[in-house]
């Protein structure tokens, strides 16, 4: 290689490695701001309950489309718990929730899949809301079919209770 195309190719790698080190710094640096801690409801020792954590939808056919239960959940306890998280464990599974109030949050999904999850529901002592789990059984396309087994979460600032599950089951067919 000729001494000019070395030292252009050197010229060119070094500005590579600096601009790419700046876009670097840059988002690390702005990272910092975005990953600051987010602050949380103080925990409490209030307990949210359900009365009954799962449902069986038995058989559901994709053609007929989705198919929603709705949980109940209590703060059994003397301080407000707040509900920040809710998410499922499946793409085809939503949520939605109703305060005691009737104020609806939601749609909550899957991490990653561009629902959120965060959230900031307060359930005071001895006030009840509502879970809807939404499931869509033509989500997985054809090969979708048989037993489906899914979850939703409510991650809370209860020491006693700090992540809570719904399940549902349901046999999808076409």
């Known amino acids: 290689m000729k001494e000019k195309n070395k030292t252009l190719l050197i010229a060119v790698i ?17 990272n910092k701001t975005a990953l600051a801690p987010v602050k949380k409801a103080p925990v409490v020792e209030s307990s949210l309950s359900i009365l009954k954590n799962d449902w069986d939808f038995g058989e559901v056919s994709m053609k007929n489309g989705d198919v929603t239960h709705n949980f109940e959940v209590k703060n059994e306890g003397t301080k407000p718990i707040v509900i920040d998280k809710v998410f499922a464990s499946c793409m085809c599974t939503t949520a939605m929730i109703k305060d005691a109030s009737g104020k609806e949050y939601g749609k909550f999904g899957m991490p990653g899949h561009g629902l959120p999850s965060a959230t900031d529901i307060v359930i005071a002592p001895g006030e009840t809301a509502t879970v809807e789990a939404i499931f869509n059984p033509a989500a997985h396309g054809p090969a ?10 409510l991650e ?3 020491s006693v209770s700090p992540r ?5 089951s349901a046999v999808v067919s076409r």
């Open 14 to 30: 070094g500005a590579v490695f600096l601009v790419g080190g700046a876009i670097w710094a840059s988002s690390a640096s702005g």
């Open 144 to 153: 979708g079919v048989g037993l489906a087994r899914r979850s939703i979460y």
């Open 156 to 158: 809370t600032n209860s």
């Open 164 to 168: 809570v599950e719904v399940r549902f």
